[in-house]
């Protein structure tokens, strides 16, 4: 009786313990690393944004502007685990944080050649965004957006760093 106690009660121990961590394993947020963490693979997307204003849009503001939330929140794209903030938008502004999607095991050119599709899916599990409209408009909005000018994304998705240049073929 007490044995069959004791083996019941371990056994509800060890699901408890594991529900727990799938819990937590579940909010383990993905961390921002940085554009430099990008530069390396996607040289094309790294230069051609780096000429655009999103690049910029921190320095744009004053130093009393920058202290300002209402300000930055549009202006930056989040901190990383070191406390680094990131000035403008930055890629993971727009692509989601990419500690877990920039691994080689998931941006692998063999792999995504392989199985494009299959690959996406792990990248977008992994956290990756392919930003559509209601991404851009968090930000081009009017509202707080002092600044404000009419957003059309079919025209302006083009202009934030041209298309790679199939770099899967190169
Ligand atoms: C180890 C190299 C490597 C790193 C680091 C890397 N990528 Fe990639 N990335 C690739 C490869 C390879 C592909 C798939 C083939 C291609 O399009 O070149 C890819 C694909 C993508 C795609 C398109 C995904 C799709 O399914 O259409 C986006 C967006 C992207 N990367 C953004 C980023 C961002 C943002 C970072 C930095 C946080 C990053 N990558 C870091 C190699 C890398
Ligand atoms: C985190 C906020 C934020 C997000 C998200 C965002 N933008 Fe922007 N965007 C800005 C800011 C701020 C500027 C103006 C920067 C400046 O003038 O210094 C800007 C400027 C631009 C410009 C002008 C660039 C230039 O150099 O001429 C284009 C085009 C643009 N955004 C397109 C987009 C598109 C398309 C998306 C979504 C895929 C997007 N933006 C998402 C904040 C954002
Ligand atoms: C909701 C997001 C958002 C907020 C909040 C925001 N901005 Fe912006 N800001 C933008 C976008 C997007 C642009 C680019 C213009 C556009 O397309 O709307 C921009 C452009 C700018 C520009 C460049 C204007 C130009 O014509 O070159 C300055 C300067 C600026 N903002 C300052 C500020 C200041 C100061 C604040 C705080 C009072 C602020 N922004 C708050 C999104 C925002
Ligand atoms: C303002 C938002 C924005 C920023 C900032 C941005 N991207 Fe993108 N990116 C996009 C959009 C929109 C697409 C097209 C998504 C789709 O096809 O569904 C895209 C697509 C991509 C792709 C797929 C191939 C291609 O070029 O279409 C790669 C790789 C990529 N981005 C890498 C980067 C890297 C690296 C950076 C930083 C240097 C960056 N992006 C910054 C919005 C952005």
Not at 77 to 105: F, Q, W
Not at 118 to 147: F, M
């Amino acid at each position: 009786m007490i044995r069959k106690f004791v083996i019941f009660s371990t056994l509800l121990l060890a699901m408890v313990a594991f529900v727990a961590m799938m819990a937590s394993a579940e909010e383990a947020k993905h961390e921002y690393v940085g554009n430099k963490k990008c530069k390396g693979c996607h040289k094309d997307q790294f230069k051609a944004w780096g000429e655009t204003t999103h690049a910029t849009s921190f320095d744009k503001l004053s130093d009393e502007e920058k202290a300002k939330p209402e300000c930055a929140k549009c202006h930056t794209s989040g901190t990383m685990a070191d406390g680094t903030l990131l000035e403008g938008v930055t890629c993971e502004g727009c692509h989601g944080p990419g500690s877990d999607y920039k691994s080689p095991k998931i941006m692998s050119k063999k792999k995504y050649k392989a199985d494009k599709e299959a690959q996406r899916k792990l990248a977008l599990e992994a956290g990756l965004i392919l930003p559509g409209e209601a991404d851009c408009v968090t930000c081009h909005t009017k509202e707080g957006n002092t600044n404000f000018k009419p957003f059309e994304f079919e025209k302006r998705k083009g202009e934030v760093h041209p298309p790679a240049v199939a770099e899967a073929e190169k």
